[in-house]
């Protein structure tokens, strides 16, 4: 279960979030779509710690843990991920090195033994067949020098690897060829299947023809406005977000 | 924990800063021609290093300390410094059995086992210890394939042509204010001698230990590269945590003739100071130059610079045998009060000369960190190429990162590419690497490595492990 | 002579003149000739030219006759120009409110010469818009053994957009140097286009080139050299408001026994500004060119944003090119780059060229116009530009016949 309660938050003094409540329960999928501007990429942000985000208030729990107060990376292991709009590049840092560190850093937080580079390496393998991607890929710099639909998939194999409760993605279709947006819904949807948690933040439709979402949330001005199910992202294709609000 | 508020905290101690308590025979501070005749006593000097050493002096006296490096320090008072200090011992050493256990004790507890077959088994060592070398492992067995690896008063003694020939070819005594000094007073170094068609069966290297208050290290270091022959050399250093300042002011001599192969890796992490005060320290100031006389031979130098008050070094190639190849890989990370101006010089001379600079800083704290190189390409260096790149990353806003390269081209079939850029650690990075369940003191020591990679790569592997986590040391707590 | 100075208001201006002047010289008197000892000055030191630099030439007329625009002769006013959009004055006192009135650049103490020795103090402010270019030469034509000092203040008023061409003409006999101080200020929003063109007979030319960026001004500054036997260039920019952007654009092609030195120093004393700064040269013969550049941004300047590059084409074994871009940063949050290359034409392209029908000659000055050329098209008045790009394409052309 992962609920947040009645979040508001600021961005430069600017109040961008005017209280969000919403419920997500195992194996749902959830949309949150909007304008720009409505809040909803802030509402990622909110959730995974960013440092741009000044005093939130309300409640982000998985379970019924708080996980508000926590450090961003103590929120990724109580099972939070987040797919990145705009994947960052750290050059010079091995792929397959940032993901076992990654990964031990979990083990480490749930008091597990860490996992030595051969059984890793066997373990990110398996991943990498499922994503369709070369072994070379592990060998690259973290996203440097990744072509846009490189980043995003690289995203669902950190994805696939670290095992998280709670998966946000965020305008992860933006930028992506049909190929890899199947890929990528293929992913998301065996997550589904886990009993995952699974959030989808789109300003577009698209990403819905593959990944199809329980409930749909529409975000105005920092509010949820409306929320329906898969065919009021239809609607909204249709009318845009004007003639859905009237 | 924002980016925002970049601030140094610093309370990570300095891991090698004890003492070990043993019996120091010292000469009485102060220098003058007495002292140095009695130092070159001591080593049982034949009668031309003494020539050398005084010759050297009396120049030295003529000199004055440079002030162009950015660097603050009070002026050294140079009589008021021990220019001699062992561990007093009775005999001759005949086996590694002799040495001395307290001095066992202390090289472990450094990490590095003076015995033969220990963690570091394709190693040799040579450790000094102040003055004086304690001990060198794998002797013999370097010895075999006509590898001569050894304290530089032992080869004085039993190869003294080499010595003669090629001490002072590389870095004159006349070459500048510490190198005077050194050559005036230098106490102990290593000496590495690999013959005609050799490449060196294992890694060599030279650990550094300063024990003793107020004395300086003036240690001295030659290698010599017969032709189609290679090594490839580590030294590593630290020091106890004294109050006052400990001045360090080595000399290190490269020769590689035709197709000669040198590789000389340098690991430093002498006390820095105390972190809050700056009080303290390793004054670095050191002279290290590699001469390729040898057609198509190639001199590599790595450094990974992280202790230290304040460093003072360039290590650099003179590339005289046409095709021969000068490179130059350096980490300097500096961090709280430590000031570091350091960088190299490629001369080439040769024709089709080619070198590389690839140079890392890091500065955090209040510390100083300055890139300086020179690339003086001569008229007769027809065809020959540089590049150079040098990147800073600034963590926090009370550091100074500078880039000062000097480029002279006098040819026109050469061609020389600088490029330089200022890094940031973006909260974008950092954030990404939190989201995966990274923590902050990881986040940053993961940049910071990926930073530094391209410099890593260059180290011999049993050193890379070393260095990314001395790294890691060195940043603890940088962030908050 | 303090009442007579209360009485007389043309005797007030002389006195902020003189103390002006007597500060810039008592500077001069303490800090003495530049020598080699100074990293700044490691090439060339004015040493056989110190009585020269020392003995202003004062009330030396010129033979030449007038052009359009503003002209100044020998360190004073010779037209006015018609531009009414512009005040010309000498009348330093009332210009007492603008604080950058400055008594030297900081690498190069020959810099505080035309400020002591100054006959007029010239002030060009550019009060309104003025799109097309204002002409304005400077001309300095002396046989006799001594200095030709002349001292400009041009400033750009808030808001205003200005193009500005200056031509400096000097003919000179073997003991004549020139030296001028030429200070810029971009006041507020406003937008400056100037393009210095020097082009000098013989000798010793001193340029002193004093830039103050105000909030949001933007300046594109484009200078070209041409024949000169020792041309020593130091320039300063400070940037005192955010988001200020200069791009500072340099071409100089040498042969000859000529030498050219460019000192640059930049200072961002705020964050949010940008800067470029882009310097070329072309050599041959035994020509020697020098560049050297630093970047200091302070403490606290965030978000600055500075670019250095220095590319050099060396045609001869003779010649001689000496880079040093330099890098001071005490902020974290910055983008600085530098580069700085020293090369000749790159084979592939002389080979691509060639591959479409021209010979080796013509390919090759092709490229060497390309390179000129990324330069001079920073010049935005195309008749300006066009003018240059002739006298560049005649330049490059002389160089085959050598």
């Not at chain 2, 100071?273 to 057609?295: A, E, M, S």
């Not at chain 2, 961090?335 to 800083?361: F, L, P, V």
Request: charged letters at 25%.
């Amino acid at each position: 279960m992962f609920t947040i309660k009645d979040v508001k938050a600021s961005i430069d003094e600017k109040e961008i979030l005017k209280g969000i409540s919403l419920e997500l329960k195992p194996g749902e999928v959830h949309a949150i779509m909007g304008p720009n501007g409505s809040g909803k990429s802030t509402l990622a942000k909110v959730i995974v710690g960013h440092p741009d985000v000044e005093d939130p208030e309300g409640e982000i729990c998985i379970d019924d843990k708080n996980i508000l107060d926590l450090e961003p990376d103590e929120r990724a292991n109580e099972g939070v991920f987040l797919a990145f709009q705009y994947p960052v590049d750290i050059p010079g840092v091995n792929n397959a090195e940032f993901l076992r560190m990654a990964y031990n850093a979990k083990q480490k937080y749930h008091g597990k033994e860490e996992i030595d580079p051969f059984d890793f390496n066997e373990l990110v393998k398996d991943k990498l067949k499922v994503l369709k991607m070369k072994e070379r890929f592990l060998e690259r710099p973290v996203n440097h020098g990744f072509s846009g639909g490189e980043k995003k998939r690289n995203e669902i194999l950190q994805l696939l690897v670290l095992d998280p409760k709670v998966v946000i993605l965020d305008e992860t279709d933006s930028g992506l060829d049909i190929d890899s947006l199947k890929q990528v819904s293929e992913a998301v949807n065996y997550f589904k299947s886990q009993d995952k948690i699974i959030l989808l933040i789109t300003h577009y439709q698209r990403l819905l023809n593959y990944i199809v979402p329980d409930y749909v949330h529409i975000m105005n001005d920092g509010k949820v406005s409306k929320t329906g199910d898969k065919s009021l992202a239809l609607t909204l294709e249709e009318k845009g977000y004007e003639g859905i609000e009237s | 924990m924002s980016l925002k508020e970049f601030e140094a905290i610093a309370n990570k101690e300095y891991e090698y800063g004890f003492k070990t308590d043993i019996k120091t025979e010292l000469i009485e501070k102060g220098l003058n021609e007495d002292v140095i005749r009695l130092i070159s006593e001591k080593n049982k000097e034949p009668e031309f290093v003494l020539e050398f050493r005084l010759k050297a002096y009396r120049h030295w006296l003529k000199m004055e300390e440079p002030e162009w490096p950015l660097v603050d320090y009070p002026k050294i008072d140079y009589q008021d410094i021990h220019y001699y200090a062992a561990p007093e011992k009775k005999e001759k050493l005949k086996s590694m059995d002799d040495v001395d256990p307290e001095l066992k004790r202390t090289f472990e507890k450094l990490g590095i086992p003076l015995q033969e077959q220990k963690k570091l088994a394709n190693v040799a060592v040579d450790a000094i210890f102040d003055s004086v070398s304690v001990a060198t492992t794998y002797k013999d067995k370097l010895l075999k394939h006509g590898v001569v690896f050894c304290p530089l008063s032992e080869a004085v003694e039993k190869y003294p042509d080499l010595v003669k020939k090629y001490m002072g070819s590389v870095v004159p005594h006349t070459d500048n204010f510490f190198a005077a000094l050194n050559a005036a007073v230098f106490t102990e170094g290593s000496f590495v001698y690999v013959p005609k068609d050799t490449v060196c069966p294992m890694e060599l290297s030279t650990y550094f230990r300063i024990n003793a208050e107020d004395t300086g290290q003036f240690e001295r270091t030659l290698i010599i590269c017969e032709e189609n022959a290679s090594v490839s050399y580590l030294e590593g250093c630290t020091a106890p945590m004294f109050d006052k300042n400990q001045l360090h002011a080595a000399v290190v001599e490269l020769v590689a003739l035709d197709n000669a192969d040198i590789k000389y890796s340098t690991v430093q992490n002498w006390y820095a100071g105390d972190p809050k005060t700056g009080k303290g320290g390793i004054y670095n100031f050191v002279t290290k130059r590699g001469k390729c006389l040898g057609k198509k031979s190639k001199i590599s130098w790595t450094q990974i610079e992280t202790g230290s008050a304040i460093t003072w070094k360039y290590p650099s190639c003179i590339l005289m045998g046409d095709d021969s190849i000068g490179e130059f890989y350096s980490v300097a990370l500096t961090n709280h009060h430590q000031q570091a101006d350091t960088g190299t010089k490629m001369i080439h001379i040769g024709k089709r000369t080619k070198s590389t600079i690839i140079s890392k800083g890091i500065s955090a704290g209040k510390s100083k960190n300055t890139y300086r190189g020179l690339v003086q390409i001569n008229k007769s260096a027809k065809g020959s190429e540089n590049f150079t790149q040098c990147d800073s990353m600034l963590i926090g806003p009370n550091c100074t990162a500078n880039t000062f390269p000097y480029i002279d081209v006098r040819n026109a079939s050469s061609t020389l590419g600088h490029e330089a850029a200022t890094v940031k650690v973006s909260e974008e990075q950092i954030l990404y690497c939190q989201q995966r369940g990274i923590s902050l003191d990881d986040a940053l020591t993961t940049i910071v490595n990926g930073f530094c990679s391209d410099v890593f790569k260059e180290l011999p592997t049993e050193f890379a492990v070393e260095a990314t986590q001395l790294l890691s040391l060195k940043l603890e707590n940088t962030v908050g | 002579m303090k009442e007579e100075s209360q009485l007389n208001p043309t005797l007030s201006s002389t006195d902020k003149r003189y103390n002006f002047q007597r500060r810039s010289a008592d500077l001069f008197e303490k800090e003495g000739f530049p020598t080699n000892k100074h990293e700044n000055w490691l090439y060339w030191t004015p040493d056989t030219f110190q009585d020269a630099f020392i003995t202003p030439q004062i009330g030396a007329e010129t033979n030449t006759e007038s052009n359009e625009g503003i002209e100044i002769d020998n360190g004073r006013i010779k037209s006015e120009g018609t531009y009414k959009e512009i005040i010309v004055s000498t009348d330093m006192a009332a210009y007492s409110d603008v604080h950058h009135i400055t008594n030297r650049v900081e690498t190069s103490s020959l810099s505080l010469l035309p400020n002591s020795f100054f006959e007029e103090f010239i002030i060009l402010d550019i009060q309104q818009d003025h799109k097309d270019p204002i002409h304005v030469t400077i001309k300095a034509e002396s046989h006799e053994k001594g200095s030709v000092n002349t001292r400009i203040l041009c400033l750009v008023r808030e808001g205003v957009t200005a193009n500005v061409v200056v031509n400096h003409d000097c003919i000179q006999g073997s003991d004549t140097v020139t030296n001028t101080y030429f200070e810029t200020v971009c006041f507020k929003e406003s937008h400056l286009e100037l393009n210095q063109v020097f082009k000098a007979k013989q000798n010793v030319n001193v340029f002193n080139s004093s830039i103050h960026m105000h909030e949001k001004a933007s300046c594109t500054h484009v200078s070209y050299t041409d024949n000169a036997a020792i041309m020593r260039h130091d320039t300063e920019v400070n940037f005192h408001g955010e988001e200020a952007d200069l791009k500072l654009k340099g071409l100089n092609i040498l042969s000859g026994k000529e030498q050219f030195y460019n000192h640059l120093k930049v200072n961002h004393h705020v964050g949010n500004c940008n800067c470029f700064q882009h310097f070329k040269t072309i050599l041959t013969d035994s020509s020697t060119s020098e560049f050297s550049g630093l970047v200091f941004v302070e403490k606290g300047a965030h978000g600055t944003d500075s670019t250095q590059l220095n590319q050099n084409l060396l045609f001869s074994d003779s010649a001689r090119a000496l880079s040093r871009p330099q890098l001071r940063i005490d902020a974290d949050d910055v983008l600085c780059n530098h580069g700085s290359t020293v090369g000749q034409l790159n084979p592939e392209e002389i080979h691509y060229i060639k591959s479409r029908g021209l010979n080796e000659e013509a390919a090759k000055q092709l490229l060497i116009y390309g390179f000129a050329e990324e330069i001079i098209e920073n010049i935005h008045d195309t008749l300006t530009r066009e003018t240059l790009e002739k006298q560049v394409k005649q330049k490059i052309e002389c160089m085959k016949n050598d």
